[in-house]
Structures are given as C-alpha cells and as structure tokens.
C-alpha cells in the first residue's frame, strides 16, 4: 500500500485525540480504507470496495494493532 492521509487539526480537540488507544484504531482504519473502487477477494467472494471501505476481521486487525 502506499499514498498518503490527510488529518484535520480539528482531531486534536476530540475524545479520540485523547485515548491512544482509541486514536490508534481510527487511524488504523483511515490507512485501511481503499480511495479509489476495486474488487477484492473475501473467502471464495468477490467484494467491490468503494473509496473509504475495507475488509475488517476482528483476528486480523488484533494481531496488526498488537
């Protein structure tokens, strides 16, 4: 994956800013999301992502977020 993520100076005021834990998922999932559509294979399923989705399993991004 590459590109990068635009954050609003506004996220500094937020509850999320205030929990690392909380803020750690969220950006997480910024990085996650697709930008632009494509299909992509879930199980033996073709899903098509559009811009600001993902695959999310629990398992997975428990191991990726330690």
């Not at 005021?13 to 990085?31: G, P, R």
């Not at 992509?40 to 990726?64: C, M, N, T, W």
Request: aromatic letters at 10%; proline letters at 2%.
């Amino acid at each position: 994956m590459e590109g990068w993520i635009k954050l609003h100076r506004q996220l500094l005021e937020s509850d999320t800013f205030s929990n690392e834990k909380k803020l750690k998922v969220f950006i997480y999932c910024l990085l996650k999301a697709t930008h632009t559509e494509h299909e992509q294979v879930v199980g033996k399923q073709k899903v098509l992502l559009k811009p600001g989705q993902f695959v999310f399993g629990r398992i997975k991004a428990s191991e990726e977020l330690n």
